[in-house]
Nanobody, 115 residues
Framework: QVQFVESGGGLVQPGGSLRLSCAAS????????MGWFRQAPGKQRELVAD???????NYADSVKGRFTVSRDNAKNTVYLQMNNLKPEDTAVYYC?????????WGQGTQVTVSS
């Protein structure tokens, strides 16, 4: 059974930082592309960042230079370090695992950026 445990979301002021974590079980973690998506109210889900099994990272233009995705294959965990957060980063953030025709999703964690 595939399971993701996401943590680290919350309320933060503009300019602040948060670190999201996603611990996966039930999959061969090291071979999956792990990613973070987000969905704001009334908007489509969008890719924030992902990282290949080899460690190559890809970012949405809106978060480049502010967010960093990383993974620890020994811990089956992917992270998203978010710095200099802006109100427009407010969304539910979802962890994902993708490989060929397989795709799995976490339950989401809320990130709210507000003063």
């Amino acid at each position: 059974q595939v399971q993701f445990v996401e943590s680290g979301g919350g309320l933060v002021q503009p300019g602040g930082s948060l670190r999201l974590s996603c611990a996966a079980s039930g999959i061969r973690f090291s071979v999956y592309v792990m990613g973070w998506f987000r969905q704001a109210p009334g908007k489509q889900r969008e890719l924030v960042a992902d990282i290949t099994s080899g460690g190559s990272a890809n970012y949405a233009d809106s978060v480049k230079g502010r967010f960093t995705v990383s993974r620890d294959n020994a811990k089956n965990t992917v992270y998203l370090q978010m710095n200099n957060l802006k109100p427009e980063d407010t969304a539910v953030y979802y962890c994902s695992a993708r490989r060929r025709n397989l795709e799995y999703w976490g339950q989401g964690t809320q990130v709210t950026v507000s003063s």
